[in-house]
């Protein structure tokens, strides 16, 4: 019976050496030391034995036992780490192969301008208000003093939603200053930027959307001279020192007196080219003492309260700003034109 465990030892151990994978263990493990496996075969052979032989055999039979579990246990750990050590190698990463560099876009040149034009008057204590694209005739018209009549209404000029002509796409952001009126507590100083719509065919300088920037500073005491102050300085910060403005009288049916501001051409000084089509200037902005029919159908007393007023084209200010000859580049988004800026 001792040789026959011996020779167990011997079988198993050998058996061991040459395994590969986890499931041939399982598999030895069953055949010696299982219920129905070798080892227990000779155990259940000892009643047979002498009383002597008995605990000498069944000792060597616990041995053998304790040397088989070890000898599996090892050769499983060994096993794993082996998989494992195979498995970090198959899917090592060179970390030293270089990267794809990510191709950052940027900024469209229109929104450099905005985010220009919108520092220069928030560092004048001016809030940013954005609003609805989908607008009220009430707003756009009504309480900007333009009756009913007024060309600008026309179906022939503005995008309507309905028959009655009450709901529209905005064709102005002026609609935000009532707005601003309306919602706000007095002194205001605002600006809203903005998509504004006309039914208009493109070319070089018309499209049926662009964008706007409105203004407006209703306090006690505000003047002209307010308006020509701050939008002078509007002009020398965003195309540099020395640039030349003027004003010229104008109409607009919710500023009174109204007008616009030219920027002397910054290709020809003032002479006339083809930049300015040659005028020598160039046209930024309508303005104006807000109407006090405006300020008294936003409940506000013009006696007390007075306000000026802009709106300005962004396409054209970032034209002028960045040298931008015709306007279809703006919304093209050709990353041929993009890239320049
Ligand atoms: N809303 C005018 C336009 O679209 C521009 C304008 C002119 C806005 C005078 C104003 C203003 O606020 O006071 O042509």
């Known amino acids: 019976m001792k040789e026959t465990l011996e020779r167990i030892r011997q079988e198993a151990l050998s058996a061991l050496e ?3 994978a986890i499931q041939e263990l399982e598999t030895l493990r069953v055949k010696y030391l299982g219920k129905k496996g070798e080892l227990t ?30 000898a599996i246990d090892t050769a499983s750990q060994n096993l794993e780490k082996a998989a494992l050590e195979a498995r970090l190698k198959a899917e090592a990463v060179d970390v030293t192969i270089p990267g ?34 989908i607008e009220l005739a009430t707003y756009n018209f009504d309480k900007l003093n333009a009756e009913e009549g007024h060309p600008s209404r026309d179906w022939s000029d503005t995008f309507y939603f309905d028959q009655d002509s009450r709901v529209m796409l905005r064709s102005q952001t002026s609609p935000m200053q009532v707005r601003a009126m309306e919602s706000m507590s007095l002194p205001i100083r605002i600006i809203a930027p903005g998509r504004v719509y006309r039914k208009d065919e493109v070319d070089a300088t018309h499209s049926p959307m662009f964008h706007q920037v409105e203004g407006m500073v209703i306090d006690k005491d505000v003047t002209m001279a307010d308006l020509k102050g701050t939008l002078n300085l509007l002009a ?17 049916p919710f500023t009174e007196p109204s007008c616009e501001m030219d920027v002397q051409c910054h290709k020809c000084g003032g002479v006339g080219c083809p930049t300015c089509k040659g005028e020598g200037w160039i046209e930024l902005l309508g303005a104006g003492m807000i109407h006090p029919n ?8 013009p006696e007390e ?17 960045f040298k931008i000859a015709d306007l279809r580049l703006i919304f093209e988004n050709d990353v041929r034109f993009l890239e320049q800026f």
């Not at 990510?102 to 469209?108: D, F, M, P, Q, T």
């Not at 229109?110 to 609003?131: N, Q």
């Not at 309260?305 to 700003?321: K, Q």
């Open 41 to 70: 075969a000779v155990l259940k052979q000892m009643g047979k034995l002498s009383a002597e032989e008995r605990p000498v055999v069944g000792q060597l039979a616990n041995e053998v036992r304790a040397t088989l579990e070890r």
């Open 18 to 20: 040459g395994t590969q």
């Open 305 to 321: 309260y007075s306000g000026w007023a802009f709106g300005m084209g962004l396409e054209r200010t970032a034209m002028r700003r």
């Open 294 to 301: 405006v300020l008294r159908m936003a409940g506000i007393d």
């Open 236 to 252: 020398e910060q965003l195309f540099g020192k020395g640039t030349v403005t003027r004003f010229r009288p104008h109409h607009f």
């Open 100 to 133: 794809k560099a990510a191709v950052l876009g940027r900024r469209h040149p229109m929104y450099t301008a905005l985010s220009e034009i919108e520092h220069i008057f928030v560092g004048m204590g001016f809030t940013v208000l954005d609003g609805p694209e």
